[in-house]
């Protein structure tokens, strides 16, 4: 078994421009970290017009453009999602799992079936904070010593593994102790139904 954490990047709020992923053992030691910049195929807005973007992108519109689009990327997204020795981890990850839905329904290809567990919903369960919270607000508060370039894929993955790594060990759990007492960090993906759609490739 090993654990697949994984983060997406939109250039709008819904068109994926990179997916990000960290992978790893059962003991959280690093054996893969990629991030994989696609071409969105629209425009990078981050914020309404006239506000200041409250982030930034890694990357910049015009290398986004020089990569390939979701399509091309979907078969080996869709292997590491899929693959049965992978246990999947995300913060906030039903957002993601909707992300992927859009971009499937968006290119006319098969969602993907797919469960995984969100680590911002752990943080919250764990420590009984007020409200859930941002990556960055928790990589703070659990003492993650660590520079991140938040909203690059791989590092928000990169962090989320180090996030659940400290909950592990300082809770003392292994996986199955962890599947038993939080199963409600546990979200499945819910697939739309399949329908006939034009690709929308706006520039």
Same mark, same amino acid.
């Given at each position: 078994?090993?654990? #697949?954490?994984?983060?997406? *990047?939109?250039? @709008?709020?819904?068109?994926?421009?990179?997916?990000? /992923?960290?992978?790893?053992?059962? =003991?959280?030691?690093?054996?893969?970290?990629?991030?994989?910049?696609?071409?969105?195929?629209?425009? &990078?807005?981050?914020?309404? $017009?006239?506000?200041?973007?409250?982030?930034?992108?890694?990357?910049?519109?015009?290398?986004?453009?020089?990569?390939? %689009?979701?399509?091309? /990327?979907? %078969? $080996?997204? $869709?292997?590491?999602?899929?693959?049965?020795?992978?246990? #999947?981890?995300?913060?906030?990850?039903?957002?993601? !799992?909707?992300?992927?839905? &859009?971009?499937?329904?968006?290119?006319?290809? %098969?969602?993907?079936?797919? *469960?995984?567990?969100?680590?911002?919903?752990?943080?919250?369960?764990? /420590?009984?904070?007020?409200? &859930?919270?941002?990556? *960055?607000? +928790?990589?703070?508060?659990?003492? +993650?010593?660590?520079?991140?370039?938040?909203?690059?894929?791989?590092?928000?993955?990169?962090?989320?593994?180090?996030?659940?790594?400290?909950?592990?060990?300082?809770?003392?759990?292994? !996986?199955?102790?962890? =599947?038993?007492?939080?199963?409600?960090?546990?979200?499945?993906?819910?697939?739309?139904?399949?329908?006939?759609? @034009?690709?929308?490739? @706006?520039?």
């Amino acid at each position: 078994m090993k654990y #697949l954490f994984f983060d997406i *990047e939109c250039s @709008n709020g819904h068109d994926i421009c990179s997916f990000g /992923y960290c992978l790893t053992d059962e =003991k959280f030691k690093i054996i893969k970290k990629e991030d994989i910049v696609i071409n969105p195929e629209s425009k &990078i807005v981050l914020s309404k $017009k006239g506000e200041v973007a409250k982030i930034h992108l890694a990357y910049s519109q015009e290398y986004f453009n020089k990569q390939n %689009p979701f399509d091309f /990327y979907y %078969p $080996k997204i $869709k292997k590491l999602l899929t693959d049965r020795k992978h246990v #999947l981890f995300g913060h906030a990850i039903q957002s993601d !799992f909707s992300y992927l839905n &859009i971009a499937c329904g968006r290119y006319n290809l %098969p969602s993907i079936e797919m *469960e995984g567990y969100d680590t911002q919903k752990l943080h919250h369960l764990i /420590y009984k904070t007020p409200h &859930i919270e941002s990556l *960055e607000k +928790i990589v703070e508060e659990l003492e +993650i010593e660590k520079d991140f370039l938040y909203h690059k894929s791989s590092e928000d993955a990169h962090a989320t593994m180090l996030v659940a790594k400290r909950i592990f060990e300082e809770y003392e759990l292994d !996986f199955a102790t962890f =599947k038993d007492k939080y199963s409600d960090c546990l979200v499945k993906n819910v697939c739309p139904k399949p329908k006939e759609k @034009n690709i929308s490739r @706006n520039q």
